[in-house]
């Protein structure tokens, strides 16, 4: 099946595999199928996975393993992202030199962060963007420094919270002057210095870990209606805690949490990291995530399915009918499993079932 060869793939990149964990995958590399490798191909880059596989594959000595046109679709796959993530990181070491120079203070978020000190290197974790958070008494001397680097403003995306740039190489940067997650809380208490690994700056201004923690799940679960859960955010918590699993603040990350939903979200990607991928979480955050169902990886991947197609909502069969007549249409949406659609209503009511518990506790 080609969830067990993505499981393994996953496994391999993620995790450094024991003796029978190599010679296992070994055997199924070797005998995955031409469609099993497709199926799983497909899924690698709707979870935005392929640039680690790739990356996993070739530290593990396994690329031999791997018939040569699915091997040269990962292997580009990770050269993209590691050229763009060089462009990012040269990128931003310029701006964050020049704005020290000025005395200003952002705070680096998400991707750019966790592909240069958390993820394993730095063409290993894709990204869109450059988020900051800039105060906003800062806000214009930073435009300035945007400007001065060939940076225009996008006047268009702007929103009340964020404003964006764009520069000549195509880098946008989303810089956010109000973050309503954290509005309230002293914003000292929410930050930490990082010493960078791939930028000549000698330290960046991060979010510390139980802020960094809540950051990412929330994030996720403002796209989940429009994306469904990615494989590839449950991973960026996982990084974060093999690097600061000891400085998390349970209480801290329960109580910085909007509502339940996202308290629920953690606990269950924290228990798929565990029985699925086989990660040992601190002993903290493992002792409350047992209290809760994992996501199971068949799980996650029907959530992304549907959730790409707009189903179970009106519109996505709406749109699902329409691609029976339009091939075009039909091929610009993952291709659905024949009973996606009914496990979801399992799914629903599991989520359903653990909110409740969560709100008991």
């Known amino acids: 099946m080609s969830i067990e060869l993505c499981r393994t793939l996953i496994q ?3 995790a450094t595999p024991d003796a029978i ?6 055997k199924q590399l070797q005998t995955a199928t031409d469609k099993q490798w497709e199926q799983c191909l497909a899924t690698l880059g709707l979870h935005r996975l392929s640039p680690l596989v790739f990356y996993g594959l070739e530290v593990a000595g396994l690329t031999s393993l791997v018939p040569k046109s699915y091997l040269d679709r990962l292997q580009v796959a990770y050269q993209t992202t590691l ?3 060089n462009i990012f990181l040269l990128t931003l070491d310029a701006l964050l030199q020049r704005m020290q120079a000025r005395d200003l203070h952002p705070t680096i ?3 750019i962060a966790l592909a240069d000190s958390f993820y394993p290197n730095p063409g290993t974790r894709p990204m869109g963007d450059l988020d ?8 214009e001397e930073a435009t300035r420094v945007f400007q001065s680097l060939g940076f225009r403003l996008d006047e268009q995306a702007e929103t009340d919270d964020a404003v964006y740039f764009v520069n000549p190489m195509g880098v946008k940067c989303d810089v956010h002057h109000r973050v309503r997650l954290f509005e309230g809380i002293e914003p000292a208490s929410l930050v930490t210095q990082l010493n960078p690994r791939h930028l000549q700056v000698e330290t960046l201004q991060v979010l510390d870990p139980s802020t960094t923690l809540v950051h ?4 996720m679960d403002g796209h989940r209606h429009e994306t469904g859960p990615l494989l590839s955010w449950i991973l960026d918590i996982a990084f974060v805690l093999r690097k600061w699993g000891d400085r998390i603040n349970l209480a801290r990350v329960e109580a910085m949490m909007p509502d339940k939903t996202h308290w629920v979200s953690l606990m269950r990607s924290l228990r798929f990291l565990e029985t699925e991928l086989g990660e040992t ?4 955050l493992a002792s409350a995530a047992r209290e809760f169902e994992p996501l199971t990886l068949a799980e996650i991947l029907r959530q992304r399915r549907l959730a790409l197609w707009g189903l179970p909502h ?4 709406l749109r699902l009918g329409a691609s029976q007549v339009d091939s075009q249409l039909r091929l610009q949406r993952p291709a659905l499993v024949a009973d996606d659609l009914l496990l979801w209503v399992g799914d629903f009511w599991r989520q359903r079932r653990t909110l409740r518990m969560a709100d008991a506790r």
């Open 12 to 14: 391999l990149s993620f």
């Open 21 to 26: 964990a190599i010679d296992s995958a070994k």
């Open 83 to 85: 050229k763009r993530n």
């Open 109 to 111: 978020w998400k991707g």
């Open 132 to 139: 900051f958070a800039i105060f906003p008494e800062e806000m």
């Open 216 to 219: 990412l799940v929330v994030h």
């Open 281 to 284: 979480l601190p002993e903290s």
């Open 314 to 317: 009106l519109r996505g069969w």
